[in-house]
Structure formats: C-alpha cells, structure tokens
C-alpha cells in the first residue's frame, strides 16, 4: 500500500459495540504502520481510542450539532475537509448511512459493515431456530477493512496494555499489586441477561476468601448504590462506581489480572487492552457474535440449554419470553469460581 492514506471510521454507538473496534484498529495499526485512522463516534466513546497512536477522533453531537439531516449534512461537510482516502462505515444505521451518501457526493466511496441480521434473527426466533455460530463482530470489522485494501491477521496480533494509574487512583482504592484483581461487572442493560445478584455475591464471597482483591464496576446512580451496599458487605471488595472519571476507569480495567462480566460493555473495555474476560451468558450467546475478543469458549458461561432449548432469544439481551425468567439460575457459582480460578493460574 502507499503512503500517506487516511481511513475514516464510523461507529457511533454503543459503548460495547465502539469498545470491540479498538482491538481490530490496533491491529491494523500494526499491521499497516503508515496509515492514518480517523474515528467518528460520540464524545464520550471518543476515549476508548487515546491510548492508540496514529488515531485521532471526531466527535459526533446528535442532539444539538449534528442532529438531524441538516446536522449530518454539516459533519460530512467537517470529514470531508479532513481528506480521508478510505471510509469505512462500522455502524450501517440510518444516521451513518446518511453521513456516507452525503460523503459519497462529495466524492468519498465507502464500505459498510454487513451485519448478518437474517442469520441473527435465524439464531434468535423460537420457531425454526438455526443454532449456528455466527462471524464474530471483530471479524465483521475486518471484513470493511479487507474491502478497503487493508487485510488483517488477528493470529498474527498481539494484544496487552497497561495504561499507568494516576496516584490518586492507587490510594483511594489501596491497590496491592501483590495479589491478583478481579474486577466484576454484575449489571447488565437488560434484566434476562443478568445474573442474579444473590448469586454473585457467593462469587464474590469466595474469591474475597482467597485472597483476591476485587473491584467492582457499573455506572448509574442505581447501580452505583447497589455496589457500594456490596462494597459494605465484604472487606475485600471495593467500588470503583462513580468515584472516578471514565478515563481512570479504562485506567483501572488495564491493569486488572482478570474480568467477571455479563455480555456487556465492560467486558469489551476490558478484552481491548488484552485482560482475560469471564463472560456469564443469559437470554444472549457467543454464537451472535459479541464474545469479547480474542476470548477462549471456555470462558463463556452459559445457562444449561438442555433446560432451555430456546436459548438465545435475543441479540441484545432484551427480550423475555415465558418460562425463561430464571434462565441464569441454571448457572451455578461455583462454575463461574472454578473458571477465574483457572484463568488465574
């Protein structure tokens, strides 16, 4: 490839989703050193990216300078000034899709991301369900990429930050790099892929016991009441929920030996910087895609699917269908315990 070409990406939302293309810039980063990447996404996604050299950002407000038509029209008008030689569209929504028609006018071709929805709905419906395992998001990115000029080889990558804490940070949580840190996320955006909180305070419980320092992670008023109840119940728990900026977060989440989540966002924050992730699986699966990347199956906790044979009902998690209100009760503690303790070793 020749020097001097700029690849514009847009994927404006959400925080999992945003999080997951980290990993695949990165490698095409390594992999093709003398590109420039531009991503477009909204401000506070815009932070999942300061870590990487050669990526600068673009913010996107949709409520007040970009909203609407006449918005997207001005933001095309701000990326073409940029002189992007390849776009790539990693979000394939009605909002990106206008932003690229209006790039193409001004002479901008563009890739967009295919997003397997038919086979998802195959996956997910109750009726003639196609149980198969699905491309992976990270590999949907790549694809836009390889249809732009830039191949990438995920085996061929190797993925591991630790981003320095500020002091600040270390003292208020007594980090004790002497142990492992087990971060745990034990919320989820929708109630059928969360597990419940009875049960993850066994795990909690068990691992406190043996001597691993555990932070927890979550975000809302909410849930930051409820981690700090959790925080009260065990000496060696701690909250990080609303105590620091989100940049001493990803901060935090860099330097953690291990992370316990839901099929959610921070399992993704954590995946990109190269920390092992446990994932607790509920209405949702792996087989849609949205394992957090370069994750071993065995570290992707499913409910018992000879019980419930419907599994997965959703893409998202936000979908309950009768009979399955105690899906995650199928999933014993102890497996999830026995599964960090071997990630550990």
């Known amino acids: 490839m020749t020097k001097h070409q700029h690849l514009l990406i847009i994927r404006l939302s959400a925080m999992g989703d945003v999080a997951m293309t980290v990993p695949v ?105 196609v149980f198969l395992k699905l491309k992976s998001t990270h590999c949907r990115y790549a694809d836009v990429l390889e249809k732009l000029g830039f191949y990438i080889d995920f085996n061929a990558f190797y993925l591991n930050h630790q981003l320095p804490i500020d002091q600040q940070v270390k003292e208020e949580l007594k980090l004790d790099f002497s142990k492992k840190i087990i971060g745990i996320a034990p919320f989820a955006a929708h109630e059928p892929k969360q597990y419940p909180l009875a049960l993850m305070q066994e795990v909690i419980e068990s691992l406190q016991n043996k001597n691993y320092q555990i932070l927890l992670f979550g975000g809302g008023k909410n849930e930051v009441i409820k981690l700090k109840k959790l925080e009260n119940k065990f000496s060696g728990c701690t909250s990080v929920a609303g105590k620091f900026s989100f940049v001493q977060e990803l901060q935090i989440i860099s330097n953690l030996d291990l992370m316990i989540s839901m099929d959610s966002g921070n399992g993704h924050l954590a995946a990109m910087f190269g920390v092992r992730v446990v994932t607790i699986w509920g209405a949702t699966h792996p087989y849609a895609g949205f394992a957090p990347f370069n994750q071993k199956r065995i570290q992707q906790i499913l409910p018992d699917l000879e019980r419930y044979p419907l599994l997965p009902t959703s893409v998202y998690g936000n979908k309950m269908i009768e009979g399955y209100e105690n899906v995650m009760f199928s999933i014993d503690p102890k497996e999830i315990i026995e599964t960090a303790e071997e990630e550990l070793i």
Do not use: M
Not at 39 to 55: D, E, I, M, R, T
Not at 75 to 86: D, I, S
Not at 94 to 119: N, P, Q, T
């Open 25 to 129: 810039i990165e490698a095409l980063l390594q992999q093709h050193p003398d590109i420039k990447v531009t991503v477009v996404s909204k401000a506070f996604f815009c932070q999942l990216f300061h870590h990487l050299p050669n990526v600068k950002t673009v913010e996107v407000d949709t409520k007040k300078k970009h909203k609407g038509v006449v918005g997207l029209w001005r933001l095309a008008q701000t990326l073409h000034q940029l002189k992007p030689t390849h776009v790539a569209d990693f979000h394939n929504v009605l909002r990106s899709k206008i932003v690229c028609g209006f790039l193409k006018i001004l002479g901008h071709d563009y890739v967009k991301i295919d997003k397997g929805r038919k086979a998802k709905k195959r996956l997910t419906r109750t009726q003639n369900k």
